[in-house]
């Protein structure tokens, strides 16, 4: 099994961060908003890059898919979102890789209380990678507007305290 690494976005992962985002079910089961020009594309990577809370999974040779941290104005929160290329599903990838970032985002930045995450409240698989990462599901249903497609959904939120 090849091993997972995390690294910072590089300009050279500008084509599979597009080839990841113009799949639609991925941009789908993410929620993330397909990009309408090459130029809306390169300007929302070009944040990515200058974001040292963003990572790059690398399985073997190849970039898997990606983790980003926001946080706010409140620098002791940050919520966390996730992207993995389908022909990487199912393999523990996402779940080996979350640890390891949540483990780098607390020794990095030691004032940070809590982690926070929403998925739809049918994706599974992400439910079950935040689980296996001791995060809790908070109690109720949110309802939500999709940057994907604008459309109503359904939204479960889960935390990590650190």
Not at 12 to 40: P, T, W
Not at 85 to 93: D, E, K, L, M
């Amino acid at each position: 099994m090849p091993e997972i690494k995390l690294r910072h976005f590089r300009t050279d992962d500008y084509q599979v961060y597009v080839d990841l985002l113009n799949n639609q079910a991925i941009a789908e089961r993410s929620g993330m908003k397909n990009h309408l020009s090459s130029f809306e594309s390169w300007m929302a990577f070009r944040s990515l890059i200058e974001n040292n809370h963003h990572w790059v999974i690398e399985y073997g040779e190849q970039m898997a898919g990606f983790i980003l941290f926001f946080s706010e104005e409140d620098v002791h929160n940050f919520e966390v979102g996730y992207v993995l290329g389908r022909s990487f599903w199912n393999q523990g990838i996402m779940t080996k890789a979350l640890k390891i970032a949540l483990h780098n985002m607390a020794i990095d930045n030691p004032s940070i209380k809590k982690f926070t995450a929403g998925t739809w409240h049918d994706n599974l698989a992400s439910q079950v990678v935040l689980k296996k990462n001791n995060f809790t599901r908070v109690p109720g249903e949110f309802n939500v507007v999709s940057a994907f497609d604008n459309s109503p959904k359904t939204e479960y939120h889960f935390e990590k305290l650190v």
